[in-house]
């Protein structure tokens, strides 16, 4: 069973850092380029950043450029998304995605039940 779990959400004061992992069981992540998506209370979900299979190629949606940082490790079938400088609009349940290819174009084929980031004063 193809099964994408994430880890790493966490409650911090605006500027804050997190770390989320995403941890894949039943299948080699490093065949799939790898999205995160995240949707706050009352909001579509939106696209955060996406890593292709070859881990040299990451897109950041605006809010995320400068701030946000993608990363993955095939060796421990995982991919990360480092959160820093977080605001409280940041706030929302993270969610990774699985793309079979070698290039993001946002056709997830799997999807984790995501991990709550919470930014508050």
Same mark, same amino acid.
């Given at each position: 069973?193809?099964?994408?779990v994430e880890?790493g959400?966490?409650s911090?004061?605006?500027g804050?850092?997190? !770390?989320?992992s995403c941890?894949?069981?039943? #299948? *080699?992540?490093?065949n $799939? &380029? +790898?999205g995160w998506?995240?949707? &706050?209370?009352?909001?579509?979900?939106?696209g955060?950043s996406?890593i292709?299979r070859?881990?040299d190629?990451?897109n950041?949606a605006p #809010?995320?450029?400068g701030? #946000? *940082? !993608?990363?993955?490790?095939? @060796?421990q079938? *995982?991919?990360?998304?480092?959160l820093?400088s977080?605001k409280?609009?940041? @706030?929302? !349940? $993270?969610?990774? @995605? &699985?793309?079979?290819g070698?290039?993001?174009t946002g056709? #997830?084929?799997?999807?984790g039940?995501? *991990?709550q980031?919470? +930014?508050?004063?």
């Open positions: 069973q193809l099964q994408l880890s959400g966490g911090v004061q605006p804050g850092s997190l !770390i989320l941890a894949a069981s039943g #299948f *080699t992540l490093s $799939y &380029a +790898v998506v995240r949707q &706050a209370p009352g909001k579509e979900r939106e955060v996406c292709n070859g881990g190629d990451r950041y #809010f995320a450029e701030r #946000f *940082t !993608i990363s993955r490790d095939n @060796a079938n *995982t991919v990360l998304l480092y820093n977080l409280t609009e940041d @706030a929302g !349940i $993270y969610s990774c @995605a &699985a793309e079979w070698s290039e993001c056709e #997830f084929d799997s999807w039940q995501g *991990t980031v919470s +930014v508050s004063s």
